[in-house]
């Protein structure tokens, strides 16, 4: 049944009010404003009229919500493992654990479960859920195996002399030896923070794991080196500031390692991340926020129907002549009238695919309704 | 002809007798054919789909169908299957690669088993490669197979479709080298 939030998503109107600037900075946050204060803005809003969660209400995407499968699945894994204080993958309690959990697939279709639910919350995902779950219970078979693999990869340390604290991180205190997954790291004077994947303390070593379920990216080696930045300023996990020894990307087919900064290296990129951090804010700081309209990012950007800037003649051109995709092209029309029981008759005010003026037919697909639209 | 020629009206009336007989042609072909020929499915009115007509796949959904057995592949061709992926993986002539078939091993917590093809990659770690049937993705072929597959922490399975092998083994052998990090290594 359709609901009144269902109706008004098909409205583009902009936030009541602008987001105001994160407390603490992270990687992704900073890699958004940087490619458009006004895409972030967009996307961090508050809409009370069309969902009761943060932010602009996500669309179904099936690659990202496939890294989030291989990622969430890889996650539930790896803290069952240290929960039960595997020694190595190769111990039977590997085995035993795997088992207590159902098996790899059942832990993939149990987290696919959950990213259908989230999705099922968005008024702009839920008209695609059938296709969702259709696409994603297709994908079982190559998610087990991708899951499979890359586990596979993980070392865990060897049994230590050490009192060994292999646990899942949720008190902010000191670490110690032992392997810990998804530890949010948090350097407050800097004003960053982060979320490892995993990160495994030894005595002389301090590894952290990342997970990348894409292609490898510079951005994954800054973001890696910026979370051993963390490490060594927090002051709650990591009184001794400690550094990070070996830093490791762990892509679906292959492991990749980043060089670990030392301590000037690090100096350097602390003064580098408060400075970018700062020129962030300010960015963000203006309402509305500047938009940089740019092909490789509005392409992909999906708040750009309320975005201002997206839609006037330049950037249209701009798009026309540096965009890659020719397929699709969005437009903007205004319907002149009724054409038949779901079309409308209406002429192109805009768009990079064809000229301004010309008429367009417009047609409803399946149960959409866009009565008093 | 408008409106059909009532083909799809009068099979409805048949029943099952129809799926019974086609079971029967699936199964017994006179040439013991690979996949299809003229003595059990090809015409000259199907020609067009001659490379899509696969009888063992045809009869293993019409067995379930009708019986509810599962639908499984002949170990003589899942074996000759499984050669042809080894072959072609060995072909590819990949430095530090090291393949080796019908490779007993043993983990842990689990039952004996024989890996299809057991794989080596430069940086000394091991895949087990098995097949599974085009109608039961990701059901290995190799009972043996299934709960390492979905238990074994420590060594990855990586099932690939008979049917892609067959029909389609670059891609097959494509796949497998990106997932053992071996791919662009040719």
Same mark, same amino acid.
């Given at each position: ?373 | ?93 990949? $430095?530090? %690669? *090291?393949?080796? !078939? =019908?490779? +007993?091993?043993?983990?842990?917590? @689990?039952?004996?088993? &024989? ?45 690939? $479709?008979? %049917? *892609?092998?067959? !029909? =389609?083994? +670059?891609?097959?052998?494509?796949? @497998?080298?990106?997932? &053992? ?6």
């Amino acid at each position: 049944m359709e609901t009144n939030a269902d109706s008004a998503i098909w409205l583009a109107t902009p936030p009541a009010s602008w987001p105001t600037a994160p407390a603490q900075m992270t990687v992704t946050t900073l890699s958004q404003i940087e490619s458009c204060p006004r895409q972030w803005a967009l996307s961090a809003a508050d809409y009370p009229e069309l969902w009761n969660e943060r932010g602009y209400p996500p669309r179904f995407h099936l690659s990202a919500l496939v890294g989030t499968v291989v990622h969430l699945a890889l996650e539930t894994i790896t803290r069952a493992l240290i929960r039960a204080r595997c020694p190595s993958l190769q111990d039977a309690t590997a085995i035993q654990v795997m088992k207590d959990l159902g098996g790899f697939t059942k832990v993939v279709n149990d987290i696919i479960d959950r990213a259908l639910a989230d999705l099922a919350s968005s008024p702009r995902a839920r008209r695609s859920l059938e296709f969702a779950t259709r696409s994603l219970r297709a994908k079982v078979p190559e998610l087990r195996t991708r899951v499979h693999t890359m586990l596979c990869r993980v070392r865990l340390p060897p049994p230590s002399p050490y009192p060994a604290a292999r646990c899942v991180h949720t008190e902010r205190r000191p670490l110690t030896t032992g392997v810990f997954s998804e530890v949010d790291l948090r350097a407050k004077q800097l004003g960053w923070k982060g979320r490892a994947d995993l990160l495994v303390l030894s005595p002389d070593e301090c590894e952290i794991i990342d997970f990348k379920t894409g292609a490898p990216d510079d951005r994954h080696r800054f973001q890696i080196q910026v979370y051993a930045l963390l490490w060594s300023r927090d002051a709650d996990l990591n009184p001794d500031r400690k550094r990070a020894t070996r830093l490791v990307l762990a892509y679906d087919s292959s492991d990749v390692e980043v060089h670990a900064p030392n301590d000037s290296e690090l100096e350097v990129l602390e003064t580098h991340l408060g400075t970018r951090r700062d020129a962030a804010y300010l960015a963000v700081s203006q309402h509305p926020p500047q938009a940089r309209p740019q092909p490789d990012s509005c392409q992909y950007c999906s708040v750009r129907h309320l975005c201002g800037e997206y839609w006037t003649p330049e950037t249209q051109r701009q798009m026309a002549q540096d965009c890659d995709e020719q397929r699709f092209v969005d437009v903007e029309v205004t319907i002149t009238g009724l054409r038949g029981p779901s079309s409308w008759d209406g002429r192109v005010e805009l768009s990079r695919g064809t000229a301004t003026g010309k008429a367009a037919v417009i047609r409803k697909h399946g149960n959409l309704n866009l009565a008093g639209r | 002809m408008p409106g059909g020629a009532g083909f799809a009206q009068r099979v409805g009336r048949l029943g099952l007798v129809v799926f019974q007989d086609a079971l029967r042609i699936l199964e017994n072909c006179p040439e013991k054919c690979d996949r299809s020929c003229y003595r059990c499915l090809r015409s000259y009115k199907n020609k067009f789909e001659h490379d899509l007509l696969d009888r063992h796949v045809g009869a293993s959904l019409l067995r379930y169908a009708l019986h509810g057995t599962p639908p499984a592949l002949g170990t003589t061709r899942v074996e000759y299957s499984t050669d042809l992926l080894f072959n072609d993986l060995e072909r590819q002539g990949i $430095d530090g %690669l *090291v393949l080796e !078939r =019908n490779q +007993p091993f043993s983990i842990p917590g @689990l039952t004996d088993a &024989i890996a299809p093809i057991l794989v080596t990659n430069g940086s000394g770690r091991q895949f087990i490669v098995g097949l599974y049937g085009p109608l039961t993705p990701d059901e290995p072929c190799d009972e043996a197979l299934r709960d390492l597959k979905e238990f074994g922490a420590n060594i990855p399975v990586i099932l690939e $479709d008979e %049917l *892609v092998v067959r !029909r =389609n083994l +670059p891609t097959a052998t494509a796949r @497998l080298l990106e997932l &053992i990090g071996a791919a662009g290594k040719q």
